[in-house]
């Protein structure tokens, strides 16, 4: 009986019993309304969602006894989630018609070093035409002296077009999308006000910003992802400056997110620039169930940036689902192995619209050419892939057709083959593993290659028996596996 819990609830009697497994446990929280952002204050302790609700309403007519009829009114809601508990514990109502597009907090610390919360939205309000006009709103938390909190507008902008996207830019800026364009603007301690500072036009409406100064990462509904450099312009009176697109990838895309990651050592493989001290990888999905890798220098200006403003593509993922969040977080218990040969990074959450969750990691390149290599393998065996497999089972195999680097040649400027799909790898441990493989790595210069591909990340293997070989490549790809929640 042991490692059982008993639990006595009126006329029932519960067994529980710990899972085997280690593993992460869902918590669900009952809102108010449908959910469509949420973040984490970290002044406040809390979480905050922005949901919809939709309500029926009765309108009564002037002609007797006709009933009345029923109209549905959508509103959007504020909902402050506690961390720890169920229900919310307050919530605020937005006009009727109003939707929230996009939530962020803005933090203000004067010369008195008093601190100064924010809650901004971004807001599409339903005309009677049947269009939509924006609103930027500034929402202040209060608290009375009975300690009862409330929420209150402070301030607000009106735009033309709903507001898609909002960032913050330093201590003073906010930057935000509206129609075709992204627009900066600076609050004015003097004044107590916004000012804009500029705006640039897009090709098509901006849906995700982040920023890392003075570069502006801006995911747009069409045009994959464009980084602006913003060079404030000296002047005593106002705020002044400019923007000027440094990088982009060049092509047409429905871009969906971005998530911006900053990496030491060389870049990968696949780039034929110079290796770096640093550099950023750009991640960004898109409504067609991709996921690129846009490779961007450091201290990228607009007097050094590369020719025709191209972002170099690394790697392209062909998920079966659209990634529509990436977040970078550190989620794993501390039990959990983090130190795997060839990882760069594995800290990579990504979520799709029917709530599920992926797991991403930046390989180095020895890694991704031994981890591809296997997949390549699996990709022609009939027992980990019997679907793809039947198109190459009257072929012999050559070790140029499972070779990482001889298919990225092959492929040009595609970048498919950089990617590598973990429920590949994961199929050949269920089915087989070490022994499976033994049995496709069949053709001797196939072998040989293996041998080099392991070598290549574990340089204590030269030397070693054939299985021992195989054992050591199995349980690194087994590790890079288990960095997966």
């Not at 809102?31 to 984490?40: A, I, K, M, Q, W």
């Not at 989630?81 to 962020?104: C, M, N, S, W």
């Not at 110079?274 to 169930?289: F, N």
């Not at 998920?319 to 990882?343: C, F, M, N, Y």
Request: aromatic share 6%.
């Amino acid at each position: 009986m042991a490692g059982l819990i008993f639990c006595i609830s009126g006329n029932d009697c519960l067994i529980a019993q710990l899972d085997d497994d280690p593993k992460a446990v869902p918590r669900r929280l009952n809102l108010e309304g449908t959910p469509n952002r949420l973040v984490y204050s970290e002044q406040l302790q809390t979480l905050i969602a922005a949901t919809t609700q939709t309500d029926v309403k009765s309108i009564t007519t002037s002609t007797p006894r006709q009933r009345p009829t029923e109209r549905r009114v959508v509103r959007g809601m504020i909902e402050f989630l506690p961390t720890h508990g169920q229900d919310p514990i307050e919530t605020f109502l937005l006009h009727p018609g109003e939707k929230v597009y996009a939530l962020a907090e803005w933090t203000y610390t004067n010369e008195q070093r008093k601190r100064y919360w924010q809650l901004v939205l971004g807001t599409g309000i339903a005309q009677i035409d049947g269009g939509q006009r924006g609103r930027l709103t500034f929402m202040q938390r209060r608290v009375d002296e009975q300690g009862r909190a409330s929420l209150k507008i402070g301030k607000y902008l009106s735009f033309p077009t709903p507001v898609y996207a909002i960032a913050a830019y330093e201590a003073t800026g906010l930057i935000l999308t509206y129609s075709n364009y992204v627009s900066m603007f600076r609050f004015s301690v003097e004044e107590r006000k916004w000012v804009v500072v500029t705006k640039f036009a897009l090709e098509s409406p901006g849906i995700h910003i982040t920023t890392a100064p003075p570069l502006v990462h801006v995911t747009t509904a069409a045009d994959s992802v464009i980084t602006l450099h913003f060079t404030e312009l000296p002047d005593d009176e106002s705020y002044s400056g400019n923007f000027k697109p440094v990088a982009m990838e060049g092509g047409a895309r429905e871009g969906a997110h971005h998530l911006e990651l900053h990496l030491s050592g060389a870049p990968p493989a696949s780039l034929t620039t110079p290796a770096a001290s640093g550099y950023t990888l750009l991640l960004a999905s898109d409504k067609r169930s991709s996921l690129i890798g846009l490779h961007q220098r450091a201290h990228l200006t607009p007097s050094n940036r590369p020719h025709a403003n191209s972002a170099p593509l690394l790697f392209e993922a062909a998920l079966p689902r659209s990634i529509t969040r990436l977040r970078h977080a550190e989620v794993r218990p501390p039990w959990k192995q983090t130190d795997v040969p060839g990882v760069v990074d594995a800290n990579i959450l990504g979520s799709a619209a029917d709530g599920s969750i992926f797991q991403f990691s930046i390989l180095a390149a020895p890694l991704w050419r031994l981890l591809r290599f296997v997949q390549n393998l699996c990709q022609r065996d009939a027992v980990v892939c019997p679907h793809s497999a039947l198109a190459h089972s009257s072929e012999p195999l050559y070790t140029r057709d499972v070779d990482p680097d001889a298919l990225v040649a092959r492929a040009g400027r595609r970048r498919t083959h950089m990617h590598v799909d973990g429920d590949v790898l994961a199929r050949l441990l269920e089915r087989g593993g070490a022994r499976l493989l033994e049995q496709m790595l069949g053709q001797e210069g196939v072998q040989e290659r293996f041998v080099e591909l392991v070598a290549e990340v574990l340089p204590l293997v030269r030397g070693r028996e054939w299985r021992q070989v195989v054992d050591e490549g199995m349980g690194l790809l087994r590790a890079v596996l288990e960095l997966a929640l």
